[in-house]
């Protein structure tokens, strides 16, 4: 089966919700060399698609879901002048979306969730400073879906362009290699574990 979405486009973020049948598409550069604000939503279970929009039209953003709770998130990213710092958030059980903030704009980052703890995290990326060079974070936003707070950590290392994977049942968010401003290589690899605090390790 080959469905196409509203718009063609790249540098999407993308997102699950299993529990609600829905995958979203949201944001990416269309054929126009255009940031877009579309999302795209397809409903397994009608078969249908909808779109919906983000509060602002960007690109190289980053996703991640709860699906317990049914939220989708989709932050962060780089627009038609800026990094962006806005987190657009979708409750399936509501349909309603929210936004949220980012300590800091930056595009190229990194989104993981744990679900069973309720967390979605956002790490690392690229960010634009006053004079248009470009900043590299090491900053971990977190939201934490039960006191629905957010607080911010940060990795040992600013980067971004690394690997992410986590172990839901254990609570553990690994990040893992990336690039730094001068585009060199890292071999650290960082862990967060959602029972006490993030931790480090050399890989």
């Known amino acids: 089966m080959c469905s196409p979405i509203s718009v063609g486009r790249y540098q999407m973020g993308s997102a699950a919700l299993p529990g609600q049948g829905l995958a979203l598409f949201a944001g990416g550069v269309d054929y126009l060399n255009s940031y877009s604000a579309v999302v795209d939503v397809y409903n397994v279970v009608t078969n249908t698609w909808s779109t919906a929009a983000l509060s602002e039209s960007r690109a190289y953003l980053s996703a991640a879901a709860l699906p317990e709770q049914g939220l989708a998130f989709f932050g962060g990213g780089y627009g038609p002048r800026y990094s962006s710092a806005t987190v657009d958030i979708y409750n399936a059980v509501s349909r309603n979306w929210t ?105």
């Open 99 to 203: 936004t949220a903030v980012l300590s800091l704009a930056r595009d190229s980052l990194t989104a993981v969730a744990l679900p069973l703890q309720g967390l979605v995290m956002f790490a690392g990326g690229s960010s634009d400073a006053l004079d248009r060079s470009r900043l590299i974070s090491s900053a971990v936003d977190i939201y934490n879906a039960s006191s629905r707070t957010w607080t911010v950590s940060n990795m040992s290392t600013p980067r971004w362009r690394f690997a992410s994977a986590v172990l839901p049942a254990q609570g553990l968010a690994y990040f893992g290699g990336g690039l730094d401003i001068n585009q060199d290589m890292f071999d650290v690899l960082d862990v967060y574990n959602a029972s006490s605090e993030i931790g480090r390790a050399h890989v």
